[in-house]
């Protein structure tokens, strides 16, 4: 089973919550498939069992060997990535899109195009089943490609291992890596909290579940912090026919596990929110 955790933005506690579940009684794979801003494998320290290159798309160098400063190029990137410093034609890596224009109208070919290779797709053991993550470069592009690979590679593990529960942890927002991820999972699960925009961004990303024939499930954590807005978001839920399984209370001990590289489950097991995120899960899982 594929569960997808996802949240409308950034700063809901999403990762947390998925950490919680991966360090639940049973065997899981986790797949951190937010490969622009990974960050689950600093908190479960995998092993590197396999290491793996991820193409992202091309960028444009210069020979200056061959190149007569003709400015030809300068003139026809839409990007504005080519410019004249100090009377030299330069090519401004981030600005460069890989489209191949300039390497095909250079009339001495000084241009040529090679590809992105910062990229890393990583596979492991960790303390409780295994994990894969990608880490996309800065400036480099197609997350959502990256997050297909790392869904493949979690599924080939867990088929490798017997393990029969995926848990990736998604992106914020509702642009193509949240596509790619939720493409074709078994669950959805939104985090959301008791903010406006939180709100907000929380009915943007039912939407796009639901135009996958999902069925999103939805958490509000944070919520003693505004009661108001939790209510809210229980009444829109409920005019909209979806089930809020759970809402989680603002702890900071859920920070102080962090700190200690454990997650919360781990850290206060027997904690009132940690026995509230068992019951969440239950309820996925049944």
Known sequence: MEIAV????????????SAAFATLNTKVVVADCDVDAA????????THESEDVYIAGHKAIIDYNLCNNCGICANHCRFDAINFIEDKITITETSCDGCFLCSRICPTKAI?????????????????????YGRLSPGEENSGKLVNMVREKAKQV???????????????GIGCPVISTITGVDKVLIVTEPTISGLHDMQRTVKIVQKFNLKPYLIINKYDLNPEMSLDIYEWS???????IGHL?????MVDSMVHGKTIIEWRPNSDISKKINLIW???MS
């Open 39 to 46: 960050n689950l494998y600093l908190l479960f320290n995998p």
């Open 282 to 284: 239950s309820k996925i």
């Open 112 to 132: 040529s195009m090679v590809r992105n290779d910062k990229s890393r797709m990583y596979s492991g053991s960790f303390r409780n089943g295994k994990m894969v």
């Open 238 to 244: 409920f005019n909209n026919g979806l089930e809020v």
């Open 158 to 172: 867990a088929k490798e291992n017997g393990i029969e529960t995926i848990i990736l942890d998604g992106p914020p």
């Open 6 to 17: 996802i949240s409308g933005k950034g700063g809901t506690g999403k990762s947390s919550i």
């Open 249 to 253: 209370p603002f702890d900071p001990q």
